[in-house]
């Protein structure tokens, strides 16, 4: 299969993977806004290895969503090789990522995800065992680092492997998600691998956050963007204009706002009917934060069924 990540659409601007947020309807979302690609929420290897009809749901995603990176958390290379096998097979996406980032309780604290980054063997049995057992293009996503083991360590004991791409969060595992940023660690990765794509991740929640990250580090391929597409899919059509322009863009008004959150819950309720109108009132609240009598209308959008429901609440909004 092509591998995409060599396709040169630089700066890469990316839709990181987020558990409960990045599904089908808002990778679509952020696709049509901008994004390049977009990442799955992170899938369970175990649950690919021993049941998968349920993971394998979670992942289904639209032609249109391509290129689209399915993500996998895990601890077993039995696991990841029978899942790059299945998703390989049944699902063909353009690629798939490993994680090796995230500090949630129910991940770290069974040795997935943050937990693999100082365990340099199994992490490279990991990843070899997604390399040979794919035709698709693997990636990983790392933190900066944790206790005493730094991304550069890590890239360092990994870079032999036949991995195209490295998302890199800009945090420490310690770091949690609010804390400092270090955007000079992920250039001395690309140093490392200038063959392999290397995106920045972090903290990038407006359109000057990516453009200042892209101007100070012009040597990484492009940004990972995650809690910033909350509320605002759009950021990624905003960073490419402002880079064109060079000029700040200009503030996306009411009434376009209004209607990106009707596309958002018709492709919400296209893909999962109730449910999805259930999972998109977190989103409209972060719509609205700072519209004009914000919390009134939070009060009305948290009880949403349908997307009539929203064209009706949103009609009687206007600016003061
Ligand atoms: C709600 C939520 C869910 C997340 N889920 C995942 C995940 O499934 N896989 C992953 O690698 N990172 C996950 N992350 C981490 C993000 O991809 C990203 O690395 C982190 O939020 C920092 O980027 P930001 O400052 O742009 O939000 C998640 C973050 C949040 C807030």
């Keep these: 299969m092509d591998d995409f990540w060599k396709k040169p659409n630089k700066p890469i601007l990316a839709l990181a993977p987020m558990a409960g947020i990045t599904d089908s309807a808002f990778r679509e979302l952020c696709r049509r806004h901008g994004a390049h690609v977009a990442y799955s929420e992170m899938a369970s290897a175990d649950a690919l290895y021993y049941n998968p009809k349920k993971t394998m749901e979670l992942l289904r995603f639209k032609e249109s ?3 689209y990176v399915v993500q996998l958390f895990g601890r077993r290379p039995e696991c990841f090789k029978k899942a790059a096998v299945v998703i390989t097979k049944e699902l063909r996406p353009d690629a798939i990522d490993i994680n090796f980032g995230c500090p949630a309780k ?63 969060h800009a945090r420490t595992y310690e770091g949690g998600f609010s804390g400092p940023l270090d955007f000079d660690i992920i250039s001395k990765i690309k140093g490392i691998i200038p063959g392999k794509i290397v ?55 009411l009434e376009r ?47 949403v069924n349908s997307v009539q429901d929203v064209k009706e609440i949103l009609a009687g909004i206007s600016p003061e």
């Design 106 to 168: 129910k991940v770290f604290g069974h040795g997935s995800g943050c937990a693999l980054m100082p365990q340099k063997e199994l992490a490279r049995e990991i990843i070899s065992a997604v390399c040979e057992n794919t035709d698709l293009p693997v990636s990983i996503k790392i933190r900066a680092g944790i206790k005493e083991t730094d991304a550069v360590d890590f890239i360092e004991s990994t870079k032999d492997l036949p991995y195209s791409a490295v998302m890199v």
């Design 65 to 67: 969503e391509r290129p």
């Design 199 to 253: 995106l920045a991740n972090g903290g990038i929640n407006t359109p000057q956050d990516g453009v200042d990250i892209l101007r100070n580090h012009p040597d990484i391929d492009g940004l990972g963007i995650a809690r910033g597409a909350w509320g605002r899919p759009y950021i990624f059509d905003e960073i490419s204009e402002y880079l064109k322009t060079g000029k700040q863009p200009e503030e996306y008004g």
């Design 257 to 303: 706002i209004k209607e990106i959150m009707i596309e958002h819950a018709e492709l919400i309720w296209e893909d999962k009917k109730e449910l999805g109108m259930f999972e998109i009132r977190k989103h409209l609240a972060w719509y609205i934060k700072g519209f004009p009598g914000a919390a009134k209308i939070r009060e009305k959008l948290v009880l």
